[in-house]
Every structure is written in C-alpha cells, then in structure tokens.
C-alpha cells in the first residue's frame, strides 16, 4: 500500500528556509510521477510542485515559483522541496502526493502532512 511520511516542517521567520523531506514506500517510487500539496486553515488544497520520474522535469505554482525547489533521490525513494524566502502566507500543512502533474491528485494518495509555520 502507498505510504508516505512528510517531515521537516517547523516554525520558520519570514526570510527563511525549511527543507522537507518525504519518505516513499509501497508502491514504484522511480517510475512515478511526484508532487507537493498544501492547505491553509480554512481553505481548500492547493497544489505546489511536480516532479517527473527523472528528474529532468519541474513545475510550480506561481504563487512559489523562483523560491521552491522540488527533487527527488529515488535510490532513497525520497521527495525533497526546499523552501526558500518562506512568506507568512507560506504557512499551510504541507503534503506530498504520488501522481499528479499541475494538480493535486486525489487525497488517496497524499501522506499525513507536515506542518510550516512562518511568523516572526
């Protein structure tokens, strides 16, 4: 069964950085399509960064592009997105999805999440 642990989360100043991490198991991580998704308090999902199965191909959100960063190390079957420059309107659970190429893909395949606060 798919799992998916997110860590690295944590409360942050604006200006700065986090790394998170997603740890990948039961199901082929090299051959999938990856993203992040994250949700506010009170507001719907909203869907960050894809990554292909390779690596050679990237997309973001406007609403981070130019300060996230996703990669994946699939001989570690992990997702990575650094997070730089983090805004407090950056705040938001932070979950990492199997699929998924511009959008979310279903909740389904979603871990547990992560939590980044940004405050100073």
């Known amino acids: 069964q798919v799992q998916l642990v997110e860590s690295g989360g944590g409360l942050v100043q604006p200006g700065g950085s986090l790394r998170l991490s997603c740890a990948a198991s039961?199901?082929?991580?090299?051959?999938?399509?990856m993203s992040w998704v994250r949700q506010a308090p009170g507001q719907g999902p909203e869907w960050i960064s894809s990554?292909?199965?390779?690596?050679?191909?990237?997309i973001y959100a406007d609403s981070v592009k130019g300060r996230f960063t996703v990669s994946r190390d699939n001989a570690e079957k992990t997702l990575y997105l650094q997070m730089n420059n983090l805004k407090p309107e950056d705040t938001a659970l932070y979950y990492c999805?199997?699929?998924?190429?511009?959008?979310?893909?279903?909740?389904?395949?979603w871990g547990q999440g992560t939590q980044v606060t940004v405050s100073s």
């Open positions: 999805a199997r699929g998924g190429w511009g959008t979310a893909p279903t909740r389904v395949y």
């Open positions: 039961g199901f082929s991580f090299s051959t999938s399509l």
């Open positions: 990554i292909d199965f390779s690596s050679h191909n990237t």
